[in-house]
């Protein structure tokens, strides 16, 4: 069973490697879905992203002794890693990524106590750092079915790439064939993970619900003359609800903390919009709410307590 002491947001029975394992079968649609369109580059990015993410992680812990004692083999950092790497654009360089990957486990997973301590989501914080150090090489945005065999842009950046939207056709939107991040685009495959986990009764529907409602309300006042619907489909906003804010480890349990937390997350990705990379307008809100989370876990439990009516005895 996992330490529940070490992660302030998890308050479930199930043990760890239960939880990662219903989160890896969410992700593999997406994976499959990022091989189909992108080919090689795709398998060989998440495969990279992962095994290292992993090496990293096991390393960490032999160094500082925290490899436990053998009960289970930590596999979160396989969910970190197909996450990290369903972020990414197609055509992005190796050492891209794994400069993310040594971010994302070394500085905000490992530095913080490893897997349940991290109070940053390891896939959000690896993403930041890679959209921050290499802002050109976060736009290598290949067109689906496009050069299916080639890996040159494993090696070296492409040319940087604005993706039109403009013109996409509803089931192209639906089934995310367009320019976009790996794995992250189609909206459709994210809810069928979301199902899946509902069902597994490993994802809080708190954060995520109140972060789309927010974000498509937000999106829909401030740019009234574009298109929500197909901003919500395309930005990849579905993924990083259901495998970014239904984090049982960085976000807020309790149901006022968790649509607080989306609501801030959606306030700042409108906010970031006009000002920034799709890319770092998702990302950055969620890094952000992480690191307020477990003051909002605190004060809803606290205002909870205060609000709960003292019981009165009668006195005979």
Known sequence: ????????FIHTEKNAPYIYLTIIAALVPACCYSIFYYGIRAMVMILICTLSFMTCDVLCSKVSRRDGNGEYFDISSVVS?????????????????????????????????????????????????????????????????????????????????????SDLSLIELVSGNFPGMLGASCAVLAVLGAVFLLMRGNLRLYAPLSYIASLAALYYIMHPTEDMLAFMLYSGSFFVAVFMLGDM???????????????????????LLPHVSLGMALIAPVVTVNLMSFVMDFFSKTFSRRSKPSREVDVL
């Open 1 to 8: 069973m996992m330490n529940k002491t070490l992660a302030p």
């Open 81 to 165: 890693g197909l996450v990290f790497a369903m972020l990414l654009p197609p055509d992005t360089p190796v050492y891209m990524a794994l400069a993310g990957v040594l971010f994302g486990s070394v500085v905000t997973k490992q530095v913080f106590g490893g897997a349940g301590s991290n109070i940053i989501n390891p896939a959000a914080g690896a993403r930041l750092f890679v959209e921050m150090v290499f802002p050109s090489g976060m736009c290598g945005y290949a067109g689906p079915r496009e050069d299916w065999f080639g890996i040159s842009s494993l090696i070296s950046a492409s040319e940087p790439v604005t993706p039109d939207y």
């Open 249 to 271: 480890t960085t976000i807020p349990s309790r149901f006022a903390a968790g649509a607080f937390a989306g609501l801030v997350c959606a306030v700042l990705t409108v906010v």
